[in-house]
Each structure stands twice: as C-alpha cells, then as structure tokens.
C-alpha cells in the first residue's frame, strides 16, 4: 500500500470521477480514473440493491453491494456496457485482457447506515462508531493475475507501477476506498437538502475492511521464490538500521511512531480467544518498550542495543512491531527496497538434475533439519489435508482421519515431503544424479525442485509443519496481509480474518496535501 502511495505523489498521478452514474437509492455505476506520466488506470464501480439477507462474507455468495473491475486504460461506452454484464456477475461473469482486477465489496452492517444517516441530517457520524468498525464496505476478494480472463501479471509487469507485487491490486482497494465515501455522501444528499459531506479528517480514519480466507495460506507455499524476496528485504532493512548512526531527529520521529502506534493497537477490536491473547501479549509488550524507552539515556540509544532488547525480552508480536517502528524514521535507508520485492519465479523453476544425491541430502539437513525431525507415524503430525473445493475452485482444509479427502489432497505439506523423499533417497548411492532418481520415482520432482530452489532462497520455506493438528492457518494469512500493509486483524476464526486497508490514508485528491508516510500509525 505505501509503495503505491508514494509512487503516486512521488510520480504525480492525476486523479478524476469521469463518470457518476448513481441514483438516489444508490445504484448505478461509476468510473475513477488515475493518470500516470505513461498511462491510464480506470477503476469501472457498479453498485446494486442487495437485500440485507443477501449480504455475506463467504466467497461463495452470489450478490454484492458493489462489484468492480480495474480497467488498463479508459474505457468507452461500449466497454462499460460489456462490464455490466458481466462484472456483477464475477467468476460467473467473463472479463478480458483489458481488466487487471476484479472484486467486490459489501456495506458494513454497524456503519454504512450509520453515517447516512448522520451526514443527511446535517452533522457528522460519531467517532466512536468510526473508529469501532474502520471502513464502509468490506472487500470480499480482489482477483488479479489472469483469474477469471484478466491479464496475466507477465503482461504488465515491466510497467514501474505495476512491477512491484499486487500493485493493481492495491490501487483497486485504494479507488473502491474514495468510491465508498462518495456514495455515503451522495445518498446522505439525495435524501436532505441539509444533507454535509464528511470531514476530511474523519474521512481519513475509514479505510476498506478485508474478509481473507484459506485462499491466501498456499501462496505461500507455492511461491517461495517470491516469499524469499519479501522476507529478504525485510531483513536487508533491518540490517541496514541496526547500523545506522541515531541522531535526534530520528528518535524523535521513532518515538511519534510509537505513541501512534500504541493508540492503533488499543483501537483494535477482536472477540476472537487467539487474537485476544496475542493482543494482550502485545499490549504488554507495549508498555514494557515504553518504560525501556522512558529510562534510557541519550547517550546509550542505539537501533541495534534496542532490536536485541526487543528479542529477548518481547513476544513474537511485540518484536514484529518493534522492527516496523525502527524503519519508520530512515525511508531513505530503505524505501530502494522496493526494488528486490518482485521475482522471476519462472527463471527459478528449472529443476538441475546434474546434481547428485549427496548433494542434495546435504542440502536438506541444511534446511530442512526441522522436518527431519517431525515424527510422521503421529497421527496429530498430519491430521490436516489441503484441497480445492469443486464448487468455487477455492482452498479448503479438512481433517485427514474424519473425511475421505485424500484423493484430492494439494502438494501443501513440504515438510512431509521432504521426509519421504529424504527416504527415497537413502536408497541411491551418493554419487547419482537426481536425474536417474526421478526417472524412477517422478512423484518427488516437486519436492527435489523446492529443495534446489530454497537452497538459493533460504527464507522461501514456511518452516513449520502445514499439515499438523496444532497449524493455525490465521498466522500464515497475517503473514501476507502484513506485507500488503494491513491493520486491525480481527480473526473470525482460525482460518478467516478480517483487516482494515488504507485507514488513515490520504485520499486520491489529496496526494501532496497531507504527509505520505504518516499515516500508517494513525497520524
């Protein structure tokens, strides 16, 4: 999200709504457009009349509040036409070349009326009820990347604001966000003649909500090339602060971070047991930092006594936010990084059979001693299965030893492959090539190309055991999310959760008029 932002002030993307085809109960369509120095993006939003009892968060609803496509360029009448027909309608519909993403979005149920009504009646919605619940509408999926008929990522991806990850994407969340707003204060218009428009401060504080399933858990298994590159920049910025010189400047920015930061985790909300835990650890965390903060002498700060503070006496929570917070005053240190995000994954896909099975037993005590060391005869050690739903095409998990699943069981359990080819192999003499092996047993040629990729991207592995009883799948879609640059998780389970995205944002038509790189924090 932020390395869309800045890209669009940093750049000076021009924004406009062409088109404000919407009626006094709402519905219609609309087109926001944003202009690059190079080209055009075109967000195509139609919004409908559903019924309250249609409204869900389930991926396999059928009817939405609003449905949206992510048109390359500026679309004419025709193309209009040709996406109301068949956005509305989303994976039943058919997109083109043409649209980068597709998504929809349904009205929150505490909120949207709430601020109608507030707005028509001549005065502002309360601020508690804004900060309770965070966004207007709720993002129930943002597809991209070919999905459904859109263009394929290879098609626009030497374009500089797309090549980052999930940068069509993230614009799309960003222009449904101002999309959100202008419909609250169009129908609060329609219905009075008194009727105000939000204030642009409390504007600010409403950002998207995001309902995210298991769909997003295999991703990363399925792309450890890419997972390495995230997780390689991540440590590079990390590394580069801990050795950076700390001047005055710098704390005090630090410091507004954290005071800001403190105020955002005490507005998240969630009745979910394990998101309570983990927000209770980190509360504590906070105050902890904050007396560690309080005592310290001038001449004894440094970023590199404090990370090390950080990991010893923090939990994983408090840790994680401890290392946003020192990259918060050094962007010049580490914004270049942005660069490293993006991967070839098809360049790391050959699979070198010229290496012998030595070689590759090497490798996998190297980085793999983990899952060597799992017992696999434990029933709770793979009492998980992944799968893929017929009806939605959509991931699921199911319990191994109470559904007849396994026919359809996903290659989403490394670790257990790992032990099974490590197995294999103890058959072979050291000396053979991996070729010969896999003539034999092809089924592991998955398995032999991950452990050759991860041995070139160590931090491409989720090192834990995806299949066991004890897996949370919540902790692999935070791990995503927090890269997208989410807020306020709210599990609803241990395998949905939703988040808040942009809240605290600058609109489109406010890039250059408020502080960029303030807002994650609640400035």
Request: glycine share 6%; net charge negative; proline share 5%.
């Amino acid at each position: 999200m932020r390395v869309l932002l800045r890209r669009a002030e940093n750049d000076g993307w021009r924004y406009d709504r062409p088109v404000w085809n919407i009626d006094a109960d709402g519905v219609g369509h609309a087109v926001y457009r944003v202009r690059t120095p190079d080209r055009s993006y075109s967000l195509v939003a139609f919004a409908h009349d559903l019924p309250d009892e249609l409204r869900s968060d389930r991926v396999i609803a059928e009817a939405w509040d609003s449905t949206f496509a992510l048109f390359d360029g500026e679309p004419t009448e025709a193309d209009i036409a040709r996406l109301r027909d068949n956005v509305p309608r989303q994976e039943a519909g058919r997109v083109s070349g043409s649209e980068l993403t597709l998504s929809r979005a349904n009205r929150s149920v505490r909120l949207f009326g709430h601020v109608v009504d507030s707005l028509a009646a001549g005065h502002q919605p309360d601020p508690a009820q804004i900060e309770r619940v965070g966004y207007l509408m709720r993002t129930t999926a943002v597809y991209g990347s070919a999905k459904f008929g859109l263009s394929d990522r290879e098609a626009v991806a030497d374009r500089a604001e797309l090549s980052p990850p999930f940068q069509a994407e993230m614009l799309t969340v960003w222009l449904i966000r101002a999309f959100t707003v202008d419909v609250v204060e169009h129908l609060a218009r329609a219905r009075s003649d008194k009727a105000v428009d939000l204030d642009p401060a409390m504007r600010r504080r409403l950002g998207v909500g995001n309902s995210t399933g298991l769909g997003m858990a295999p991703f990363l298994i399925n792309h450890p090339v890419l997972i390495h590159h995230w997780f390689q920049a991540r440590e590079e910025a990390l590394a580069r602060v801990r050795s950076a010189p700390l001047d005055a400047d710098k704390w005090t920015r630090f410091l507004t971070a954290f005071r800001r930061a403190r105020e955002t985790v005490a507005s998240w909300l969630t009745e979910h047991p394990y998101q309570v835990q983990k927000l209770a650890a980190l509360d504590e965390d906070l105050t902890r930092l904050g007396d560690r903060l309080a005592r310290t002498e001038v001449s004894a700060r440094d970023w590199d006594t404090l990370w090390t503070w950080g990991e010893e006496e923090l939990s994983m929570e408090g840790q994680e936010l401890l290392l946003s917070l020192v990259l918060e005053p050094y962007g010049e240190l580490v914004d270049d990084l942005v660069h490293d995000l993006a991967a070839d994954e098809a360049a790391a896909f050959a699979l070198d059979g010229r290496q012998t099975v030595g070689a590759l037993l090497d490798s996998i005590r190297r980085n793999y001693g983990w899952a060597l060391r799992i017992d696999w005869a434990l029933p709770d050690n793979q009492a998980r299965i992944w799968y893929t739903s017929e009806e939605k095409l959509e991931p699921r998990l199911g319990e191994r030893f109470e559904e007849p699943l396994e026919p359809y069981e996903q290659t989403l359990g490394p670790a257990r492959d790992i032990a099974a080819l490590t197995d294999v192999l103890a058959a072979w003499p050291l000396d053979t090539k991996v070729a010969e092996v896999l003539l034999a047993a092809p089924e592991h040629r998955h398995t032999v190309r991950r452990v050759q990729m991860v041995a070139r991207h160590p931090f491409g592995e989720v090192r834990d055991n995806t299949l066991g009883a004890e897996m949370m799948p919540i902790d692999l879609l935070r791990a995503k999310l927090s890269f997208f640059g989410a807020t306020c998780f709210d599990p609803r389970s241990d395998r949905w959760v939703r988040i808040t995205m942009f809240q605290g944002a600058p609109f489109p038509q406010e890039l250059g008029r408020v502080p960029m790189d303030e807002w994650m924090y609640g400035a």
